[in-house]
């Protein structure tokens, strides 16, 4: 119900509370023209560069893993035999090292049985795990497949080694359904129980051993996932196919055939029910698991994939190639929505989940990026928010930069909305239309454009100025105001879905070249549009008329900073950049072109003496101002 009342006040355009056929089909039109990128109701943040590592002195190639369960990253350095358990904020911090006091360790795999599992006893045997909580790193060699225990307790110990009649080349443990899978460099799969039991007296439960071989592939296998709600098993290899197995019949049930070049690497998504492969070829192949026809293609890299990954919990996709570029795409369109190079020598990344944190390994360095809103990322980054507004329909602040506006939940302080390209030049003016629904923004070339507060859908432009927008300002209905650096103020009607109506223009001229605006502000009770400029003069129009109601202005006074209208109140407070703010009285209560109240807005205590002088000053025009 909630998602239907956005929707309504959303797609009611005028505010009237009612929803009329012009309104409705005025926003499907938008939502049609404006692309599929725009359409999206939350759209994907950006990562930006945080935190490096020198992990290394020594070249040595780096593999992550991000352990899910234990919120911990792995990290295993060449074939040392050494591996390394990292915290996924303080990552340079080594939690643990682990020794196994073993060379020649090509793969490893960790195994965490205490996870929730979600099998279907009907339909596929249960694989026994006997102790929960119990944890294991699987690691292989040439030759052997190796078990240790005590990983997290920091008191390893050999479990179990198997010997191997051919290398493995992958490992994979499926911790939702508690399955572990090994390919192998000939193209089997191996389908494992692995042993769990402590129990001295049962010799059987102390060893691992191959419930299934799952053959088909003529090449390596690279990379292996398992879709549990399906009971089916992908696995890729450099054959250049993914192929779909039935784990229940254990058979083949697809074979999908879209690359030109190897597979290395296998994602899937339970949310978007769609598989991805990246390949060799430069590119990444969406497939459905429910037919054996190509869905997609992702292009854009160029050169050799590294690898993909969904990002747990969003529609992102991340994909690397072996030139350091990275890719971020929104699964729920296809689109990329942003590119950026890191290491030129990258070895493998990963993902971290809720974390939002996506780390990539090099031979000697582990880099960092962040996405915005994240608990790691620094808030604000590089551009900096020049304009914050407070919405109280909503519970929200946008703040806005040169170049996008982001959306804060005010409760929590929590990173919402990322709206980047929106217009051409530089934002420099924004305002909130009445109901907290709308955004109206001004650029550096006098453009005004109107967008939709929840998804930043551009809605209308505006009628525009030649010159930067100073101002803006959005009355109770909707009418509003804008001043531009072209030396004119315009009131237009927004309520008009296609084009704005100008309701009155007002030109005012400029007295020198040098003369600039350096302050506005809008009464729209009183009904009056204020202009400071660098000469120090205030002037004042009526909003309805047009005419020129007040001119103020103040000897050695050229930086008037801003102005404030006193509430429903005939005074207008103007501040300069040496602290002093000064009170002036609007017409037909005073005449005069000079203040008539000065507050020295310093960080000192004043004397008693200065009080009782500054009192004084202010009694002769009839105000009294409270320190």
């Not at 971290?352 to 990026?369: E, N, P, V």
């Not at 915005?372 to 930069?401: H, M, P, Q, R, W």
């Not at 239309?433 to 709308?438: F, L, P, Q, S, T």
Request: proline residues 2%; aromatic residues 8%.
């Amino acid at each position: 119900m909630a998602s239907l009342i956005e929707l309504f006040d959303q797609m009611d355009l005028d505010g009237g509370g009612t929803l009329d056929f012009k309104e409705f089909l005025a926003t499907i039109v938008h939502i049609g023209l404006s692309g599929a990128d725009q359409l999206v109701l939350n759209p994907i943040k950006q990562y930006v560069e945080g935190p490096t590592f020198k992990s290394q002195k020594n070249p040595t190639e780096q593999t992550l893993k991000y352990i899910g369960s234990r919120g911990k990253i792995l990290l295993k350095e060449g074939q040392s035999g050494i591996i390394k358990i990292l915290d996924i904020q303080h990552f340079s911090k080594v939690r643990k090292t682990v020794n196994l006091k073993r060379s020649g360790v090509l793969l490893c795999e960790y195994i965490d049985f205490s996870e929730p599992t979600e099998r279907n006893a009907n339909d596929r045997k249960k694989i026994q795990v006997g102790n929960e909580g119990l944890d294991l790193l699987v690691t292989s060699t040439a030759q052997h497949l190796t078990l240790w225990t005590g990983i997290n307790s920091g008191r390893t110990q050999l479990k179990e080694e198997i010997l191997t009649r051919d290398p493995y080349t992958c490992l994979k443990w499926i911790s939702s359904a508690q399955c572990f899978f090994t390919g192998t460099i000939k193209g089997a799969v191996h389908w494992w129980k692995i042993a769990a039991g402590e129990d001295k007296a049962d010799e059987k439960q102390k060893s691992s051993k191959v419930l299934y071989t799952f053959e088909g592939h003529n090449d390596v296998v690279t990379a292996i996932e398992m879709i549990p709600s399906m009971d089916l098993l992908l696995t890729a290899s450099l054959d250049t196919t993914v192929r779909l197995w039935d784990l229940v019949k254990r058979r083949e049930k697809f074979k999908f055939a879209g690359h030109r070049a190897g597979v290395v690497d296998l994602a899937y998504s339970d949310e978007f029910r769609f598989l991805l492969s990246a390949g060799i070829d430069h590119q990444v192949c969406v497939w459905s698991p429910f037919a054996d026809r190509l869905v997609f293609k992702l292009k854009g890299h160029g050169a050799p994939l590294v690898g993909v990954e969904f990002v747990t919990g969003t529609p992102q996709i991340v994909t690397a190639d072996t030139e350091g570029w990275i890719k971020i795409w929104d699964a729920r369109n296809f689109t990329c929505m942003q590119t950026f190079m890191t290491l030129s020598d990258l070895q493998s990344f990963c993902t971290t989940g809720q974390h939002r944190r996506l780390l990539i390994a090099s031979d000697t360095h582990i880099d960092a990026y962040d996405q915005e809103g994240g608990k790691f990322c620094k808030l604000g980054g590089e551009d900096k928010e020049t304009v914050s507004i407070y919405n109280e329909k909503i519970l929200s602040f946008l703040t806005a930069g040169t170049d996008q506006i982001k959306i804060w939940n005010a409760l929590t302080g929590e990173l919402k909305k990322v709206f980047r390209g929106l217009v051409r030049n530089d934002i420099t003016s924004v305002c909130l239309d009445a109901r907290g629904r709308k955004f109206i923004v001004g650029t550096l070339g006098g453009d005004i454009e109107v967008f939709n507060y929840q998804n930043g859908q551009h809605m209308k432009s505006m009628h525009r100025h030649q010159g930067e927008i100073v101002h803006l300002s959005y009355g109770k209905h909707t009418h509003m105001v804008s001043i531009g650096s072209d030396f004119k103020i315009r009131v237009q009607d927004e309520g008009p879905i296609e084009r704005s109506h100008v309701l009155l223009t007002i030109s005012f001229p400029r007295e020198s070249k040098r003369t600039e605006i350096t302050a506005c502000e809008v009464s729209w009770t009183l009904r009056l549009i204020a202009v400071a400029f660098s000469t120090g003069e205030v002037k004042i129009w009526n909003m309805d008329s047009g005419k020129l109601d007040h001119i103020f202005e103040e000897k050695d006074i050229t930086d008037r900073v801003t102005l404030r209208f006193l509430g429903n109140y005939p005074l207008l407070a103007a501040a300069d950049g040496a602290g002093l703010v000064r009170i002036y009285i609007l017409r037909p209560w005073c005449t005069s072109r000079e203040s008539v109240a000065m507050i020295k807005n310093t960080s000192h205590k004043l004397t008693e003496a200065e009080k009782l002088h500054e009192e004084q000053e202010n009694m002769k025009y009839g105000v009294v101002i409270s320190m």
